[in-house]
């Protein structure tokens, strides 16, 4: 069973930075995508930025490219960050790490993965 555990949510202001760290347990093959999903009370999840380090793929929503980088830990392969630079109001969120296996066609689909962590949530005031 893969166990994912997130840190480094917080409050900041528009403009400022975050960085959001997730490390994967349980996991001994090296097919592992992972990725952050975002929510908001009320609306459906959002895939933000997956990473499947095996392909050297990234991927990011529109809303975010630019502002937001996805990296794995060379040393610790089962580690990812997301770095969120100038960060928005409507960057407000609720933030999960994900994981899946193996390549799909359309890594940003809630449905592609098994294993979510328990979210850390992100607070942007104007």
């Known amino acids: 069973q893969v166990r994912l555990v997130e840190s480094g949510g917080g409050s900041v202001q528009a403009g400022g930075s975050l960085r959001l760290s997730c490390a994967a347990s349980g996991y001994t093959g090296h097919r592992l995508r992972m990725g952050w999903f975002r929510q908001v009370p009320g609306q459906e999840r959002e895939g933000v930025a997956f990473?499947?380090?095996?392909?050297?793929?990234?991927?990011y929503t529109d809303a975010v490219k630019g502002r937001f980088t996805i990296s794995q830990d060379t040393a610790q392969q089962n580690t990812v960050y997301l770095q969120m630079n100038n960060l928005e109001p409507e960057d407000t969120a609720m933030y999960y790490c994900?994981?899946?296996?193996?390549?799909?066609?359309?890594?940003?689909?809630?449905?592609?993965?098994?294993?979510w962590g328990q979210g850390t949530q992100v607070t942007v005031s104007a």
């Open positions: 990473i499947y380090a095996a392909y050297g793929l990234t991927h």
């Open positions: 994900v994981a899946g296996e193996g390549r799909v066609m359309n890594p940003l689909l809630a449905s592609e993965y098994d294993y």
